[in-house]
Structure formats: C-alpha cells, structure tokens
C-alpha cells in the first residue's frame, strides 16, 4: 500500500445523490449533530443526564441523514459498505500520517499566536470537560465521542456537504468543507490542524470510496484524544 497513494482520490467521485435532498441533510445534520454540543460545553450540574441524553440527537441526525440520501437514490448513495482488509488498513495508517500533520501544524500554529501575542486557550473545552469527568460520566462521554458522533459528522461533512459542493469543484469542496469542518469545532487555536482533519478523512474516503474508512479512522482519532485526556487527568 503505498503511502504516496493513500491521499490521492482514486477515479471518479462516488455516485452523487439528488440536489434537492442534499441541503434538507445538510439542515438536519446542523441541527441535530453540531447544534446540541455547545450545551455540553456550558452545564455545570447534571452532566450525567445530559451526556446520556447527548446520544439521542446525533443519532437522530444520523437516521435523518441516511434516510434523506437513501431517498435520493438508493442505499447504494451512502457510499457505506462492510470494510475490508484494505479499508481498515488505510483508516488506521491514514489517521496516523493524519495526525503526525495535525501535530505539526498545530505546534506551528501555536508557536505563531504566542510571538504575535495573540491569547488562545491550549486545548478544546470538550478535552477540558473530559479531563474533569470521572467513572460512569467519562464512560458515557468516551462512547459518545467514539460512536455516534463519528458516523454523524461523516455523514455530514464527507458525504453530504461535500457532495453539496462538489458542483464547484473537487478541490473546491475538499478545501471549503475542511474549512467548516474546522470552524463549526469553536476552537480557534486548533484551526490548522482541524483543517487537515477534514481535508485527509475527506481524501481517505474520496480514495477508498467507502465512507466506513472515514468513520473508523474519525473514531480512532477521538478516541485517542479520549485517552490523553484521562491519561492528562489531574
């Protein structure tokens, strides 16, 4: 598998669902995948209601979204299949190569806020909220954002907005839907990084044509960063 290879969009692009169904998902997925998670941001009691009952909405956003594309043309419009070798080969060696330039990037981009004398906040606040839950409520938080989370916002961004904008273009849609990828995330010290994010899941799919690539790769990345926060835990 040469490496050279795993970011190249490999042929024609997956078969595009109707127009007039892609802006409906669009909404839907806003609305239930980005829309809940700034009230998780900001409770301060009850977190273990509200983290079970974050579940429900992503997963609503999901059956809207899957729904609205196999209404557009069949199952065959979620570009969705059971991976095989090869898939699950490039989630997992597409992620790292993904991470190594987020790491890089991001150090960058720090470097360059803090010689400007730009304040920013070191770490996402949803890795704050990690860092402070314990036992059940880091649990639920955990399956969260390893599980519904990354099936909706694959669905959103890799699928449906890209194919939203992909009329204007295939480096176009890759370069603006990594850039609301990055901005809907709220984390301006994290932009770079959360650029290439969704630039390389968006490629990993376009190449392997299997939006499950994508998916595991986007559960591995989170859950890593689930992992460093228990392991940074005070």
């Known amino acids: 598998m040469p490496l050279k290879n795993m970011f190249l969009p490999a042929g024609d692009d997956p078969p595009a669902p109707a127009a007039k169904f892609l802006l ?11 829309a809940p998670f700034p009230q998780l ?7 273990s209601v509200l983290l079970a009952t974050s ?9 809207l979204m899957t729904a609205l594309l196999i209404c557009s043309g069949g199952r065959e419009m979620l570009s969705l299949r059971i991976p095989d070798k090869t898939d699950v080969k490039y989630a997992f060696f597409g992620t790292c190569l993904i991470v190594a330039a987020y790491a890089s990037a991001d150090a960058l981009w ?24 314990r036992g059940p409520d880091f649990l639920l938080f955990s399956l969260l954002v390893t599980i519904p989370v990354p099936v909706a916002e694959e669905l959103l961004f890799r699928r449906i907005l890209y ?3 992909r009329p204007a273009g295939r480096t176009f849609a890759i370069v603006f839907g990594a850039a609301v990828f990055s901005a809907v995330h709220l984390f301006p010290a994290g932009l770079p990084g ?10 990993l799919f376009l190449n392997r044509k299997n939006l499950a690539v994508s998916i595991l790769g986007h559960a591995f990345l989170n859950a890593c960063a689930v992992l460093s926060a228990a392991v940074a835990a005070p």
Do not use: D, H, W
């Open 24 to 34: 409906p998902g669009f909404i839907c997925g806003c609305l239930f995948v980005l």
């Open 41 to 47: 941001l900001c409770v301060r009691s009850g977190i």
């Open 55 to 63: 579940f429900i909405s992503p997963l609503c956003g999901v059956g």
């Open 110 to 133: 720090k470097l360059l806020l803090k010689s400007c004398g730009i304040p920013f906040s070191e770490e996402q606040q949803l890795m704050t909220l990690a860092k402070n839950l």
């Open 163 to 165: 194919a939203l904008l």
């Open 194 to 203: 959360l650029f290439i994010i969704g630039a390389g899941f968006q490629l």
